[in-house]
């Protein structure tokens, strides 16, 4: 069996995945997503803090497996530094006690192994990562080759929904709040830009919409002016660009990549509106669309395990002392709010 560990942002997870089977024998985890929303966005030494407290609470349930483990996965980036560094050091101090080898995992591959909790893996196939970090189009040929083809030049698509929230007074996570408020709401009410809609690049950037919706709170006199139509109307104008913006990049990628499987994964893919049109866009290029359960959608402990399976069996094992959490620039920034 195999003990893996999630702590790159909010959420304290631990899984216990058999390694023959793919069953998923224990998974918990910890939100603290009430915490961070008076904030408005993860304010990461209170995340690292509440790791501390989180990640020994669901280890609880583990214990009784601990004696069976093979190895031990735990994310080490992409993520906030402080937080990584909650699960590394668990992750550490069991491999060392048990002497078994660690697995470093990649947060974004876990991801993609979300779609395979359980299950056996489909590749190749054209991933769609939408989370609070990243916005990527990954070709993923097999467990070893992963290509992005498409990143986001600024803000990621699940941080535009939370910082659009943050704006109109809504709280965090703002997907969730966002999608929920739209579904009462006129798409056409508010004409926002369609992002790099003339632009031949192939790429998402979502900074300028964001800005576009903060002059329409203005233009009301500030979210406390706001009625709930009003907030409903722009949420759904906001998430109805979102859509036609990613759309329009994913048509030029259908376009050229011949692959039959095309997946949607990370936290904003949980969005039910968003799912839809994709499902149509799949449906007119004849791909077969695949969305793990919205359980799995956003960070989590089995997906972790579940790509620490894969790696287990390509040998990608360390001793403790070879593992570390590693940062970009951004990630040091702490910009994930
Ligand atoms: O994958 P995830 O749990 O964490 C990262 O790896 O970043 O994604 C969290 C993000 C948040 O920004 C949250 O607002 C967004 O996913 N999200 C959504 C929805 N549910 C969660 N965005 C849009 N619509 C949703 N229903
Ligand atoms: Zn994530």
Do not use: W
């Not at 408005?40 to 790791?51: D, F, I, N, T, Y």
């Not at 048509?251 to 990549?257: D, G, L, S, V």
């Amino acid at each position: 069996m195999i003990l893996s560990i999630e702590s790159s942002c909010d959420d304290s997870s631990i899984a216990i995945t058999e390694i023959a089977t793919k069953k998923l024998l224990y998974h918990k985890k910890i939100s603290q997503e009430a915490e961070h929303s008076v904030y408005g966005g993860v304010v990461p030494e209170l995340a690292s803090r509440l790791h501390v407290i989180g990640l020994p609470e669901v280890l609880k349930g583990a214990l009784v497996y601990l004696n069976k483990l093979k190895a031990v996965a735990v994310t080490n980036q992409p993520g906030l530094a402080v937080t990584l560094n909650e699960g590394l050091m668990m992750a550490k101090t069991i491999a060392t006690l048990q002497n078994i080898p660690l697995i470093p995992v990649h947060h974004l591959k876990g991801h993609i192994y979300s779609l395979f909790v359980e299950k056996e893996v489909i590749m190749p196939m054209l991933v769609l990562l939408i989370s609070g970090g990243h916005t990527q189009v990954i070709r993923v040929e097999s467990f070893e080759h992963m290509e992005i083809l498409a990143s986001s030049i600024d803000d990621s698509v699940g941080e535009s929904f939370d910082k659009v929230a943050k704006m109109m007074g809504l709280g965090y996570p703002g997907g969730p709040l966002i999608e929920a408020l739209a579904k009462a709401g006129d798409e056409d009410k508010f004409n926002l830009p369609v992002p790099m809609r003339n632009s031949p690049l192939i790429a998402f950037s979502l900074s300028g919409l964001k800005n576009a919706v903060r002059l329409e709170i203005k233009k009301l006199r500030g979210h406390t002016q706001m009625s709930k139509q009003d907030k409903s109307d722009l949420c759904a104008s906001f998430q109805k660009a979102v859509k036609l913006h990613l759309l329009q990049k994913s048509k030029k990628i259908f376009a050229k990549e011949s692959i039959k499987d095309f997946a949607l994964v990370g936290g904003a893919s949980a969005n039910l509106y968003l799912r839809d049109a994709y499902e149509k866009l799949c449906n007119e290029f004849n791909k077969k669309m695949h969305t793990a359960p919205l359980e799995y959608c956003s960070d989590n402990a089995a997906m972790i395990g579940r790509y620490a399976i894969d790696a287990y069996y390509y040998g990608a094992l360390y001793t403790p002392n070879e593992v570390k959490v590693k940062v970009t620039k951004k990630q040091q920034n702490n910009t994930l709010l």
